[in-house]
């Protein structure tokens, strides 16, 4: 099976080397640091509504090391996925709400900046939110170019003085889309990968569309969800994650591995979406006894693309990745909710770095 890469930049380890001496621990040292991310982690799960205890060394240390590298690359793919979109075009300034130590800042900033596009590419384009002052310093001692900082008191809300509101992990933590998200020109909101956030994450579609949005990714359309109408189904997207060396050696130490990793997102503007007539693989490729299928995404109906490869007439082997958009024949056989390929021809892949 294929999946598409995501990584953290060779750049921030020397930047994560100088922050842990800053905090008496060393990159040298995987069990020690191996401790630290299980003690937070032990903490996320007894207390999964409260918020980082960010003033304790040992939650900085374990952020730096492990949960910053995981959400900057998840983070990455979806700024890679926009921008091939044309999401970014026009937009000049961006607020990252609940910015915690800034996975998402850096990473749609790293990227726009490696396409030398201006605009939010630059660090004065981007204002950096939380409630925590150790954080945002975190923030900014990974910061080759430093991050405009605000500490927020009381609620996340932003005042939607910016064109682009990210949001990484931190709709998990409210009650419903704050109001004031709803006034920027774009929207981009990134949640865990488990049934209950992605669902809830999805089920917010028709407020975005009623405030005037639509949607651009993962969504090809504009309508009903699909796999809102099974309880059993959730949208989520998944890619290989290249680890540091470093990570590497840490995880060792750890009972969980990090080979992949898993999110859900959803992004939105206030113009017209560039990828209807397309579709959207949402699941892996199923082998059954002769026949293949993948879960397709492309209106309200639950569909998959079905094909039986003995049948081709070439020996062609196809294999598509999850969350990649792919373009159909117009000639397709539906079969309930089969949509099936005589030829591996029926169906093209798009790149991930083709423009849309």
Known sequence: MQLRDARLPDTYEPLIRDALNARGYSLDEPARLADAVMKLSNFYLENPSAQTPWDETWAQVASLVYFFPLNYSRNALVARECARLGFFEGLSQG??????????????????????????????????????????????????????????????????????????????????????????????????????????????????????????????????????????????????????KWFTEIEKHLPIKNKTLAFSYLAARKQQSPVQGLARLVGDTLDEKGKSRQALCRSSEREFLAWFPQRFKTKAHLEMSRGSLVKLASDLEKKQQEVRLKEPTQVEELATDQKI
């Not at 080759?144 to 949001?167: D, W, Y």
């Not at 999805?202 to 009623?210: M, N, V, Y």
């Open 95 to 244: 607020v990252d709400d609940g910015a915690g130590m800034g996975s998402g800042v850096h990473a749609f900033r790293d990227f726009l900046m490696s396409l030398q596009t201006g605009g939010l590419s630059e660090a004065s384009s981007w204002l950096a939110r939380d409630i925590s002052q150790p954080a945002l310093k975190l923030l900014n001692e990974l910061s080759l170019q430093k991050v405009k900082t605000e500490v927020v008191t009381g609620s996340l809300r932003a005042k939607g003085a910016h064109s682009l509101l990210i949001a990484s992990y931190v709709f998990t933590e409210l009650k419903d889309i704050p109001r004031e998200w709803l006034e920027y020109e774009a929207l981009i909101i990134i949640e865990p990968s488990t049934k209950s956030d992605a669902r809830r994450l999805q089920s917010e579609r028709p407020k975005l569309i009623a405030a005037g949005f639509e949607l651009w990714a993962p969504c090809p359309h504009q309508q009903d969800c699909p796999l809102l109408v099974s309880d059993r189904d959730w949208c989520h997207d998944r890619v290989h994650f290249e680890q540091p």
